[in-house]
C-alpha cells in the first residue's frame, strides 16, 4: 500500500472551499465588484471539494496494485535505458537508414530520461523510499539532465506546483524570454535547449555548499561525458565535433515540444495575485489546461505532462499512470461540480500563442479574482 503523503493532508487543508453551487460562482477580473460574503460562509459551512475529490482519489490509489501505482512508468524508463545499448551500436552504422534510426532511437530515449524521469524523479513519484527518491532525483535530473536535482525541485515542486499561477511566484514567467521574436522563441530556441540547460544549472549553484556545488558539476559532467565517450568508442565517431553534434540533435529532438508543453498549459489561463489566491481546487482547474491524448508526447513526456496535466496537478504525487487511471473520476467530479475542466488541442495552443504572442508572453498578465471562494 501506498502511505500517505503530505500532499493529501495538503488536500484535507483546503478547508471551507465549495457548497457544491459552484455553478453561482462569478469569475471576475480585478476591480471588477466585490465578492459575495454569503457565499464565502456557505463555503465554510460545507465539506471541500478538495476533501471529497481526495477521498475518491485516494480510494483509487489504495486499490491500485504496485504495477499500476509506479511499476508502470518504472518499467518505461528502464525501457529507454535499453534502448540506449542498440542507439549506440545503429549510430555506429554507415547505412543511413540505420544512423538514422539509431538517432530516432537516441532521440526518443532521451526524451523519455530527461523529461518524464526527471519530471517523476523530481515529484519523488518513482520510489515510496524517502532515500531512494532523493537517489532517483539525482540520477534523473543531474546525470540525465544535466540540470541540478536541487534547483529542480525548488523551481517545479516548490515554486511551480505550490504557487500555480500566482503572480511572481508560479507564473511561469521563467519561460518567457521577450525579446525574442515569436518564430524564434517558438520554432528555433529551443533547439538551444540542451546547452543552455547545464549553464542554468551552474548558475543556480551560486551560494550552495561546497560538497553541493562539486557534486552537481560531478553529475553533470558524468551524463555528458558518458555520451560523448561512448558516441566515440562504441559507435565509432571519428571527431569529437561530429559527436558533440550527434549529442545536440539527439537531445534536441524534442525540445520544441518541450517549451510548448510548458507554455501552452498555464500562460494565457486565469492568474492569481499572492495576496488573494483562490482555495486550491480553484487554483488548479481554472489554472491548468490538458492536451489531449498524443502516442508520442504521452509515452516521452508522461500523462501527467500531456492529457492529465489538471490531475497531476490536484494530486501531484502520482505516477503518470496512475493520473490517466484516475482521470476519468476527476474529470466527472469536476464536470458535475460545475468547475472547468480546461481542455485544448496542441495545434489550437500554437496557433493561440503565435497570433496572440504579445499579450501571452510579452505584456504582464491580468489577474484574475475567483469571487466568492477566496
Ligand atoms: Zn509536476
Known amino acids: 500500500m501506498q502511505s500517505v503523503p503530505e500532499e493529501w493532508r495538503e488536500g484535507r487543508d483546503e478547508g471551507g472551499g465549495g457548497d457544491g453551487k459552484m455553478g453561482e460562482m462569478l469569475v471576475k477580473r480585478k476591480g471588477d465588484s466585490e465578492g459575495s460574503e454569503e457565499m464565502r460562509k456557505n463555503g465554510g459551512e460545507e465539506e471541500s471539494l478538495m476533501m471529497e475529490l481526495t477521498r475518491l482519489v485516494q480510494k483509487m490509489v489504495k486499490e491500485s496494485s504496485w504495477w499500476e501505482r509506479r511499476g508502470i512508468d518504472c518499467s518505461i524508463l528502464a525501457a529507454a535505458f535499453l534502448c540506449l545499448p542498440p542507439a549506440f551500436l545503429l549510430l555506429g552504422s554507415s547505412h543511413v537508414m540505420w544512423f538514422s534510426a539509431g538517432v530516432l532511437l537516441m532521440g526518443v530515449a532521451h526524451a523519455v530520461l530527461t523529461v ?32 541540478s536535482a536541487r534547483a529542480g525541485i525548488q523551481g517545479h515542486i516548490k515554486m511551480h506546483h505550490a504557487h500555480t499561477n500566482v503572480i511572481g511566484l508560479g507564473d511561469s514567467s521563467v519561460w518567457k524570454v521577450p525579446f525574442l521574436p515569436r518564430t524564434v522563441y517558438l520554432f528555433i530556441a529551443p533547439l538551444a535547449v540542451p546547452i543552455i540547460t547545464p549553464l542554468v544549472a551552474l548558475a543556480h549553484l551560486k551560494g550552495h555548499s561546497l560538497a553541493h556545488i562539486v557534486r552537481t558539476i560531478m553529475m553533470v559532467t558524468l551524463g555528458l561525458y558518458s555520451q560523448y565517450w561512448l558516441l566515440i568508442h562504441v559507435s565509432g565517431f571519428l571527431s569529437p565535433l561530429s559527436a558533440l553534434l550527434c549529442m545536440l540533435v539527439c537531445r534536441a529532438m524534442f525540445s520544441v515540444p518541450y517549451i510548448h ?49 489538471v490531475e497531476h496537478h490536484l494530486f501531484p504525487f502520482l505516477s503518470d499512470h ?32 503565435f497570433h496572440k504572442y504579445q499579450e501571452l508572453m510579452v505584456f504582464a498578465p491580468p489577474i484574475t479574482e475567483l469571487v466568492g471562494v477566496q
Request: glycine letters at 6%; charged letters at 15%.
Open 116 to 147: 518524464k524521469g526527471t519530471h517523476l524523479a523530481s515529484h519523488g513519484a518513482l520510489s515510496e523510499s524517502q532515500a531512494w527518491a532523493k537517489f532517483w532525483a539525482v540520477f534523473f535530473i543531474e546525470i540525465c539532465g544535466s540540470f
Open 322 to 353: 496512475m493520473c490517466l487511471k484516475v482521470k476519468p473520476v476527476v474529470s466527472k467530479y469536476l464536470t458535475e461540480k460545475k468547475l472547468p475542466y480546461q481542455q485544448d488541442s496542441y495545434l489550437s495552443r500554437l496557433n493561440l500563442f
Open 261 to 309: 508543453v510548458n507554455i501552452f498549459q498555464h500562460i494565457g489561463l486565469h492568474m492569481f495575485s499572492p495576496t488573494r489566491r483562490p482555495k486550491r481546487i480553484y487554483q488548479m482547474t481554472h489554472g491548468v489546461l490538458n492536451l489531449p491524448r498524443n502516442f508520442l508526447l504521452d509515452w516521452t513526456f508522461g500523462h501527467s505532462l500531456i492529457n492529465c496535466h
